[in-house]
């Protein structure tokens, strides 16, 4: 499908590709794996034409339709509400009508030939729409932005009123419904929370065009890719299979190479050897010119590229605390006094227990985890820290807040004074930072270098009960998979808030879960707590909550009593009727739709005008009963 051919790439004085040559055939997977910095990026740049190649060629099918999901939002003016914008995603679908309506304008005009060629022509534009998807292209849409975490109720809120985050949520949902012939995604799961996730997974494992994966989750890379292209070093390395195929495969093959390597040192370290010692003599003149010209023309073999540097993070021994590390009773959070965040919640964390929160974004985890840190003044309730309990609180945008000016190893040092100089550096070496790097300001690095700096701030004096929230923001796999190892081994409590869920499942052993039924704590993993979920979805039952202590919910309503109960049953068997009623009619039309879009694919005689007229007028009364089914729907909620 897509062919790179020798394709370098510079910026500035480095060779991000170098003479790359690797084919994307149809119908794959892949995942686009590598250190941060490698190109990655530059791959999806080069086939969306954001950037020209220095050398080499691209080649591209023609006609090839194209989705990219960039990894950070483009600001453009967008003066169209959330839906709308989501769903125009195809610029065809809006041409393919207008011309449709234009020859059907100048019909009258024309002689039987001319209208014969217009007929035909319009049939195969009808059919083009259909193909693209027009008929079906606002449900998808809907379906995009509710999966992926949006309320029915902010679909007519206008885009621009969106925060950074949720927009780029709505730019992925907008190209997921495109169904593209090639779909590019970088990073798609930066802005999503863990339902956002669980979503998107499903949505691309049916997806059947090809894909381009770039993502440091390794849960949607082990889930979706079947083939994996490293980008290290300059080189492009494919890979037959999956993530862990891969993984596996590359250890074996910087063994052969870093063997073969040593091999060839040893070699030429021989034959260097041979040259200095009879250089000056005249006997072996012929033999010492015959080993250089060996030499010269011997091709070496380079250290094999590795994704990333192995420091290990290591967490030094934290204080001792009592067994009861915090205690909230009834506690309580709000900003108005009219929405809680959470309300007359009790929760414990013990010594050693290692905690996950999770839910949806906007729910309160990063609120409910300020206030355990006790950066959030609780409204109401009480907050109790135990016996000689030191809180270590590391928010999203800590590593954005450092003084550009500092030094790495400045930075780490306030963070624990007393601390010795080989202290410090012992540890920052362990982040990957050694050498001259500690003397690096904070300005110049990298936003995964500032979040490593901010894991060593808060690890040169270690605290025994730790508040971590999205750790891994920034952060390749390496650098993931290094923090989950300190974190296992770490001997304090942890809480922690993340949508990495492999992260989650490797290191969490009990689960806290918010939505809006309340807060609910599993006492178990991730894996535990999905599949308490389940159970509960699918004996009808809403909140997630009731695994573990009875679950505490923000809000309760009041049961209804007597006659007011029978009264509101018979409201409710009503109401049961009416969405029956109305989901009968929508599946009338919906089968008239489907037929009338088959009779205009399969007759050449077919009155398009007529057909036309009466799709649009279907599409109208199938909007008007679905607002009033959303309507009697929430009234029987309510």
Not at 285 to 310: G, W, Y
């Amino acid at each position: 499908m897509i062919d790179f051919i020798q394709v370098s790439k510079q910026f500035g004085t480095q060779d991000v590709l170098k003479s790359v040559t690797f084919r994307i055939n149809a119908g794959e997977r892949i995942g686009i794996v590598g250190p941060n910095g490698a190109g990655k990026s530059t791959i999806f740049g080069l086939i969306g034409h954001d950037i020209e190649a220095d050398k080499g060629e691209i080649v591209i099918p023609k006609h090839t339709r194209i989705g990219y999901l960039h990894q950070q939002l483009n600001p453009h003016a967008v003066d169209l509400n959330l839906l709308d914008y989501t769903e125009d995603s195809i610029p065809e679908l809006k041409t393919i009508p207008v011309r449709i309506h234009e020859l059907e304008a100048k019909m009258e005009t024309f002689g039987p030939e001319e209208k014969e060629r217009a007929l035909k022509q319009i049939g195969n534009l009808q059919h083009d729409y259909e193909h693209l998807g027009g008929y079906e292209m606002r449900a998808r849409a809907e379906a995009a932005l509710c999966g992926l975490g949006f309320h029915v109720e902010e679909f007519a809120k206008p885009f621009a009123s969106f925060s950074g985050g949720w927009q780029m949520r709505a730019e992925l949902a907008r190209t997921l419904i495109a169904s593209p012939d090639l779909l590019m995604l970088d990073e798609p799961s930066n802005f999503l929370d863990l339902p956002a996730v669980e979503w998107l997974q499903k949505f691309l494992r049916a997806y059947e065009g090809t894909m381009l994966l770039i993502s440091h989750d390794r849960y949607l890379l082990r889930s979706l890719a079947t083939v994996t292209i490293e980008i290290a070093g300059g080189n492009a390395t494919r890979y037959q299979g999956g993530y862990d195929y891969y993984l596996k495969e590359r250890e074996d093959r910087i063994h052969h190479q870093l063997a073969a390597k040593k091999n060839q040192d040893r070699e030429i370290e021989q034959i260097e050897s041979f040259i200095r010692r009879f250089r000056a003599k005249s006997t072996k003149a012929t033999q010492v010119q015959s080993r250089i010209k060996q030499l010269e023309k011997m091709e070496r073999i380079d250290a094999p590229a590795t994704l990333a540097n192995h420091s290990k993070i290591r967490i030094g021994e934290p204080p001792h605390s009592g067994h009861e590390i915090i205690r909230l009773e009834k506690a309580g959070l709000t900003y108005d006094r009219q929405r809680w965040i959470f309300r007359d919640l009790d929760l414990n964390i013990n010594r050693g227990e290692k905690v996950g929160f999770v839910g949806y974004n906007g729910m309160g985890k990063t609120t409910l985890l300020r206030s355990l840190a006790g950066a959030l003044q609780l409204s109401a309730g009480k907050r109790v820290l135990g016996h000689k309990v030191v809180v270590g609180y590391q928010s999203q945008d800590f590593a954005e807040t450092m003084p550009p000016e500092k030094s790495v190893f400045h930075i780490v040092k306030e963070g624990n004074p007393a601390a010795s100089e080989s202290d410090v550096r012992k540890l920052l070496g362990g982040f990957g930072f050694s050498g001259d790097s500690v003397e690096k300001k904070c300005e110049v690095l990298s936003g995964g270098e500032k979040i490593r700096l901010a894991f060593a701030r808060l690890f040169i004096d270690p605290p025994n009960f730790l508040l971590l929230d999205e750790p891994t923001t920034h952060l390749d796999v390496n650098g993931r998979e290094a923090l989950e190892s300190a974190l296992k081994a770490y001997k304090g409590a942890l809480c922690v808030v993340s949508h990495d869920v492999t992260f989650v499942r490797n290191i969490a052993g009990h689960i806290v879960a918010i939505d809006d039924t309340g807060v609910s704590r599993f006492p178990g993993g991730y894996d535990y707590y999905l599949e308490k979920v389940e159970q509960r979805t699918a004996g009808g039952q809403q909140s997630p909550g009731g695994a573990a202590a009875s679950p505490t919910p923000a809000t309760a309503k009041p049961a209804a009593k007597g006659k007011d109960a029978r009264k509101i049953r018979a409201q409710q068997r009503e109401a049961e009727k009416a969405l029956k009623k109305i989901e009968n009619k929508i599946e009338k039309l919906t089968d008239e739709q489907t037929a009338l879009s088959e009779e205009m694919m399969s007759r050449r005689d077919a009155d398009f005008a007529a057909i036309n007229t009466r799709l649009a007028a279907i599409q109208k009364e199938i909007q008007t009963l679905e607002s009033q089914w959303e309507q009697t729907a929430e009234e029987l909620e309510g």
